[in-house]
Protein backbone atom coordinates (compact mmCIF):
# COMPACT_ATOMS: atom_id res chain seq x y z
CA UNK A 1 0.00 0.00 0.00
CA UNK A 2 2.19 2.78 -1.22
CA UNK A 3 2.14 6.54 -1.83
CA UNK A 4 1.27 5.61 -5.90
CA UNK A 5 -1.86 5.58 -4.78
CA UNK A 6 -4.07 2.38 -4.09
CA UNK A 7 -7.40 1.67 -5.47
CA UNK A 8 -8.75 1.03 -1.65
CA UNK A 9 -6.79 4.37 -0.26
CA UNK A 10 -8.80 6.58 -3.21
CA UNK A 11 -11.74 4.86 -2.85
CA UNK A 12 -12.56 5.81 0.61
CA UNK A 13 -12.80 9.24 -0.05
CA UNK A 14 -16.39 9.17 -0.80
CA UNK A 15 -17.18 7.41 2.75
CA UNK A 16 -15.02 10.12 4.08
CA UNK A 17 -16.71 12.89 3.16
CA UNK A 18 -19.95 11.44 3.84
CA UNK A 19 -18.63 11.24 7.45
CA UNK A 20 -17.32 14.54 7.81
CA UNK A 21 -20.33 16.18 6.89
CA UNK A 22 -22.62 14.48 8.89
CA UNK A 23 -19.99 15.27 11.96
CA UNK A 24 -19.42 18.94 10.54
CA UNK A 25 -22.83 20.19 8.88
CA UNK A 26 -20.26 22.28 6.44
CA UNK A 27 -19.42 20.76 3.27
CA UNK A 28 -15.93 23.03 2.71
CA UNK A 29 -15.39 21.89 6.38
CA UNK A 30 -15.63 18.21 5.88
CA UNK A 31 -13.82 18.88 2.57
CA UNK A 32 -10.96 20.34 4.76
CA UNK A 33 -11.30 17.10 7.07
CA UNK A 34 -10.33 14.90 4.22
CA UNK A 35 -7.74 16.48 2.86
CA UNK A 36 -5.99 16.77 6.13
CA UNK A 37 -6.87 12.99 6.38
CA UNK A 38 -5.38 12.11 3.35
CA UNK A 39 -2.25 14.81 3.82
CA UNK A 40 -1.34 12.43 6.93
CA UNK A 41 -1.73 9.05 4.66
CA UNK A 42 0.51 10.16 2.09
CA UNK A 43 3.06 12.05 4.87
CA UNK A 44 3.41 8.57 5.57
CA UNK A 45 6.73 6.75 4.90
CA UNK A 46 5.92 3.61 2.41
CA UNK A 47 6.74 1.50 5.32
CA UNK A 48 4.59 2.84 7.50
CA UNK A 49 1.93 2.69 5.04
CA UNK A 50 2.49 -0.99 4.43
CA UNK A 51 2.39 -1.75 7.56
CA UNK A 52 -1.28 -0.91 8.15
CA UNK A 53 -3.29 -3.82 7.76
CA UNK A 54 -6.32 -2.45 7.27
CA UNK A 55 -6.14 1.56 5.22
CA UNK A 56 -9.98 2.23 4.85
CA UNK A 57 -10.02 1.63 8.89
CA UNK A 58 -7.16 4.38 9.26
CA UNK A 59 -8.23 6.86 7.49
CA UNK A 60 -11.65 6.70 9.13
CA UNK A 61 -10.01 6.90 12.43
CA UNK A 62 -7.89 9.70 11.48
CA UNK A 63 -10.76 11.92 10.16
CA UNK A 64 -12.84 11.11 12.98
CA UNK A 65 -10.52 12.27 15.19
CA UNK A 66 -9.41 15.59 12.78
CA UNK A 67 -13.57 16.38 12.92
CA UNK A 68 -13.51 15.57 16.23
CA UNK A 69 -10.59 18.26 17.08
CA UNK A 70 -12.78 20.93 14.92
CA UNK A 71 -16.22 20.42 16.20
CA UNK A 72 -14.27 21.42 19.51
CA UNK A 73 -12.91 24.61 17.46
CA UNK A 74 -16.17 25.11 15.90
CA UNK A 75 -18.27 25.22 19.23
CA UNK A 76 -16.11 28.31 20.42
CA UNK A 77 -16.69 29.74 16.75
CA UNK A 78 -20.42 29.27 16.39
CA UNK A 79 -20.51 31.62 20.11
CA UNK A 80 -19.47 34.28 18.05
CA UNK A 81 -21.33 33.92 14.86
CA UNK A 82 -24.15 36.14 13.78
CA UNK A 83 -27.42 35.33 14.54
CA UNK A 84 -28.33 31.68 14.25
CA UNK A 85 -26.02 28.73 12.58
CA UNK A 86 -27.67 26.69 10.52
CA UNK A 87 -25.94 23.41 8.94
CA UNK A 88 -24.77 24.00 4.85
CA UNK A 89 -27.46 22.67 2.56
CA UNK A 90 -26.98 20.14 -0.04
CA UNK A 91 -28.77 20.17 -3.62
CA UNK A 92 -30.09 16.93 -5.03
CA UNK A 93 -27.10 14.35 -6.42
CA UNK A 94 -28.11 15.14 -9.81
CA UNK A 95 -26.86 18.53 -9.39
CA UNK A 96 -23.82 17.87 -7.58
CA UNK A 97 -21.31 19.13 -10.24
CA UNK A 98 -18.33 17.97 -8.94
CA UNK A 99 -16.48 14.57 -9.03
CA UNK A 100 -19.06 11.96 -7.92
CA UNK A 101 -16.49 11.01 -4.90
CA UNK A 102 -17.09 14.23 -3.54
CA UNK A 103 -21.06 13.68 -3.65
CA UNK A 104 -22.95 13.13 -0.27
CA UNK A 105 -25.35 10.27 0.04
CA UNK A 106 -28.75 12.31 0.77
CA UNK A 107 -30.44 10.22 3.44
CA UNK A 108 -32.66 10.61 6.65
CA UNK A 109 -29.16 11.43 8.35
CA UNK A 110 -28.78 14.63 6.03
CA UNK A 111 -32.46 15.85 6.51
CA UNK A 112 -32.14 19.43 8.10
CA UNK A 113 -33.95 18.82 11.15
CA UNK A 114 -32.05 15.97 11.81
CA UNK A 115 -28.53 18.23 11.21
CA UNK A 116 -30.05 21.10 13.61
CA UNK A 117 -30.62 18.28 16.11
CA UNK A 118 -26.60 16.58 16.26
CA UNK A 119 -25.77 20.85 16.63
CA UNK A 120 -27.08 20.38 20.37
CA UNK A 121 -24.98 17.66 21.13
CA UNK A 122 -21.53 18.10 22.10
CA UNK A 123 -18.61 16.56 20.19
CA UNK A 124 -18.28 13.35 21.67
CA UNK A 125 -21.67 12.78 21.71
CA UNK A 126 -22.20 13.47 18.08
CA UNK A 127 -19.14 11.66 17.16
CA UNK A 128 -20.42 8.51 19.24
CA UNK A 129 -23.84 8.59 17.43
CA UNK A 130 -23.14 9.07 13.99
CA UNK A 131 -20.20 6.51 13.89
CA UNK A 132 -22.62 4.06 15.79
CA UNK A 133 -26.34 4.64 14.91
CA UNK A 134 -25.54 6.07 11.24
CA UNK A 135 -23.21 4.58 10.30
CA UNK A 136 -23.46 1.51 12.21
CA UNK A 137 -19.92 1.27 13.73
CA UNK A 138 -19.62 -0.87 16.85
CA UNK A 139 -18.71 0.69 20.23
CA UNK A 140 -15.58 -1.96 20.19
CA UNK A 141 -14.31 0.18 16.76
CA UNK A 142 -15.52 3.41 17.73
CA UNK A 143 -13.57 3.47 20.85
CA UNK A 144 -10.35 2.54 19.07
CA UNK A 145 -11.03 5.72 17.15
CA UNK A 146 -11.68 8.20 19.99
CA UNK A 147 -9.19 7.33 22.84
CA UNK A 148 -12.11 6.04 24.89
CA UNK A 149 -13.83 2.67 26.51
CA UNK A 150 -16.59 1.06 24.47
CA UNK A 151 -18.67 1.60 27.58
CA UNK A 152 -18.29 5.20 27.59
CA UNK A 153 -18.70 5.54 23.74
CA UNK A 154 -21.88 3.54 24.86
CA UNK A 155 -22.98 6.17 26.95
CA UNK A 156 -22.56 8.65 24.96
CA UNK A 157 -24.61 7.53 21.94
CA UNK A 158 -27.08 7.24 24.74
CA UNK A 159 -26.52 10.17 25.82
CA UNK A 160 -27.21 11.84 22.41
CA UNK A 161 -30.34 9.76 21.75
CA UNK A 162 -32.03 11.29 24.63
CA UNK A 163 -31.39 14.39 22.64
CA UNK A 164 -32.94 12.97 19.61
CA UNK A 165 -36.39 12.01 21.40
CA UNK A 166 -37.79 15.44 21.97
CA UNK A 167 -36.79 17.65 19.55
CA UNK A 168 -36.74 15.16 16.39
CA UNK A 169 -36.23 11.41 15.96
CA UNK A 170 -33.36 9.12 15.01
CA UNK A 171 -32.65 8.47 11.24
CA UNK A 172 -34.76 5.25 11.62
CA UNK A 173 -37.98 7.47 12.28
CA UNK A 174 -36.78 10.13 10.75
CA UNK A 175 -39.44 13.71 11.13
CA UNK A 176 -41.98 14.53 8.83
CA UNK A 177 -40.38 16.02 5.77
CA UNK A 178 -42.69 18.19 3.59
CA UNK A 179 -44.40 16.92 0.95
CA UNK A 180 -44.04 18.60 -2.18
CA UNK A 181 -47.47 19.50 -3.27
CA UNK A 182 -47.33 21.86 0.42
CA UNK A 183 -43.90 23.50 -0.21
CA UNK A 184 -45.53 24.05 -3.64
CA UNK A 185 -48.40 25.81 -2.19
CA UNK A 186 -46.23 27.08 0.15
CA UNK A 187 -44.65 28.75 -3.12
CA UNK A 188 -47.79 29.71 -4.67
CA UNK A 189 -49.00 31.79 -1.78
CA UNK A 190 -45.61 33.45 -1.00
CA UNK A 191 -45.49 34.59 -4.84
CA UNK A 192 -49.13 35.86 -4.78
CA UNK A 193 -47.97 37.62 -1.31
CA UNK A 194 -51.32 35.92 -0.12
CA UNK A 195 -51.06 36.19 3.47
CA UNK A 196 -54.17 34.17 4.13
CA UNK A 197 -53.00 31.65 2.61
CA UNK A 198 -49.43 31.48 3.56
CA UNK A 199 -50.84 31.72 7.41
CA UNK A 200 -53.23 28.86 6.59
CA UNK A 201 -50.33 26.80 5.50
CA UNK A 202 -47.96 27.12 8.40
CA UNK A 203 -48.78 26.07 12.08
CA UNK A 204 -50.01 28.43 14.54
CA UNK A 205 -46.52 27.52 16.33
CA UNK A 206 -44.57 27.42 13.37
CA UNK A 207 -40.76 28.65 13.58
CA UNK A 208 -38.62 30.33 10.79
CA UNK A 209 -35.02 30.01 11.33
CA UNK A 210 -32.46 32.69 9.69
CA UNK A 211 -28.54 32.21 8.46
CA UNK A 212 -26.85 35.13 7.42
CA UNK A 213 -24.14 35.07 9.24
CA UNK A 214 -23.60 38.54 9.55
CA UNK A 215 -22.90 38.77 5.54
CA UNK A 216 -26.45 39.89 4.69
CA UNK A 217 -29.94 40.55 5.98
CA UNK A 218 -31.51 38.14 8.53
CA UNK A 219 -33.71 38.02 11.37
CA UNK A 220 -31.19 37.22 14.27
CA UNK A 221 -33.31 35.09 15.96
CA UNK A 222 -36.28 32.49 15.93
CA UNK A 223 -39.39 34.02 14.40
CA UNK A 224 -42.32 31.98 15.57
CA UNK A 225 -45.44 32.21 14.55
CA UNK A 226 -47.56 31.51 11.65
CA UNK A 227 -49.04 35.24 11.23
CA UNK A 228 -45.46 36.96 11.93
CA UNK A 229 -43.95 34.05 9.39
CA UNK A 230 -46.05 35.54 6.97
CA UNK A 231 -45.35 38.83 7.77
CA UNK A 232 -41.75 38.72 7.58
CA UNK A 233 -42.18 36.72 4.12
CA UNK A 234 -44.12 39.57 2.54
CA UNK A 235 -41.56 42.20 3.53
CA UNK A 236 -39.24 39.58 1.89
CA UNK A 237 -40.65 39.84 -1.44
CA UNK A 238 -41.37 43.75 -1.40
CA UNK A 239 -38.00 44.11 -0.57
CA UNK A 240 -36.83 42.14 -3.37
CA UNK A 241 -38.94 42.67 -6.71
CA UNK A 242 -38.59 40.19 -9.27
CA UNK A 243 -37.48 37.71 -6.42
CA UNK A 244 -37.84 34.08 -8.23
CA UNK A 245 -38.60 31.00 -6.19
CA UNK A 246 -37.51 27.45 -7.23
CA UNK A 247 -38.79 24.16 -5.89
CA UNK A 248 -35.83 22.07 -5.40
CA UNK A 249 -34.95 18.97 -2.93
CA UNK A 250 -32.83 20.81 -0.05
CA UNK A 251 -30.96 17.94 1.63
CA UNK A 252 -33.13 15.50 0.14
CA UNK A 253 -36.48 16.53 0.99
CA UNK A 254 -38.67 19.09 -0.95
CA UNK A 255 -37.72 22.79 -0.03
CA UNK A 256 -37.49 26.45 -2.16
CA UNK A 257 -34.36 27.90 -3.45
CA UNK A 258 -34.91 31.86 -3.80
CA UNK A 259 -32.83 33.62 -6.75
CA UNK A 260 -32.59 37.36 -6.75
CA UNK A 261 -30.66 38.83 -10.36
CA UNK A 262 -29.41 36.10 -11.24
CA UNK A 263 -28.07 34.90 -7.79
CA UNK A 264 -29.01 32.46 -5.16
CA UNK A 265 -29.88 34.13 -2.07
CA UNK A 266 -31.80 31.59 0.32
CA UNK A 267 -32.35 28.12 0.30
CA UNK A 268 -34.78 27.00 2.92
CA UNK A 269 -35.65 23.65 3.94
CA UNK A 270 -38.93 22.84 5.70
CA UNK A 271 -40.62 20.39 8.24
CA UNK A 272 -44.27 19.85 8.62
CA UNK A 273 -46.71 17.93 10.88
CA UNK A 274 -50.20 16.92 8.53
CA UNK A 275 -50.75 19.44 5.92
CA UNK A 276 -48.92 22.24 7.94
CA UNK A 277 -45.42 23.89 8.16
CA UNK A 278 -44.44 24.07 11.60
CA UNK A 279 -40.62 24.52 10.81
CA UNK A 280 -38.66 26.64 8.10
CA UNK A 281 -34.52 26.91 8.16
CA UNK A 282 -33.55 29.72 5.67
CA UNK A 283 -30.00 29.48 4.90
CA UNK A 284 -29.06 33.05 3.39
CA UNK A 285 -25.40 33.50 3.80
CA UNK A 286 -23.53 33.53 0.88
CA UNK A 287 -20.88 31.22 2.11
CA UNK A 288 -23.15 28.52 2.42
CA UNK A 289 -24.50 28.77 -0.97
CA UNK A 290 -21.82 28.02 -3.44
CA UNK A 291 -22.98 24.59 -4.39
CA UNK A 292 -26.67 26.15 -5.18
CA UNK A 293 -24.89 29.05 -7.29
CA UNK A 294 -25.83 29.38 -11.02
CA UNK A 295 -23.12 27.65 -13.56
CA UNK A 296 -22.42 25.73 -10.25
CA UNK A 297 -23.87 22.20 -8.89
CA UNK A 298 -27.66 23.63 -9.06
CA UNK A 299 -27.52 25.87 -11.37
CA UNK A 300 -30.76 27.56 -11.78
CA UNK A 301 -31.64 27.33 -8.07
CA UNK A 302 -32.47 30.57 -6.14
CA UNK A 303 -33.45 32.12 -2.20
Not at 135 to 155: L, S
Request: with cysteine; charged share 25%.
Amino acid sequence: MGVDGSTEVVGERRHLINLAYRLLGSVAEAEDAVQETYARWYGLSRERQDAVGNPGAWLTTVATRVCLDQLGSARARRERYVGEWIPEPLPDRTEWADDPADRITLDESVNMAFLVVLESMTPAERVAFVLHDVFRYPFAEIAAMVGRTPAACRQLAASARRRLRTPAPSPAAAPATAPAGLVRAFKRAWEAKDIDALVSLLAPDATLVADGGGLVGAVLRPLEGATRIADYLLFIAAKAPGLTLLERTVNGTPGLVAQHTGTTVTVAAFETAGDRVTRIWAVRNPEKLGLWQPGGPGEDAGA
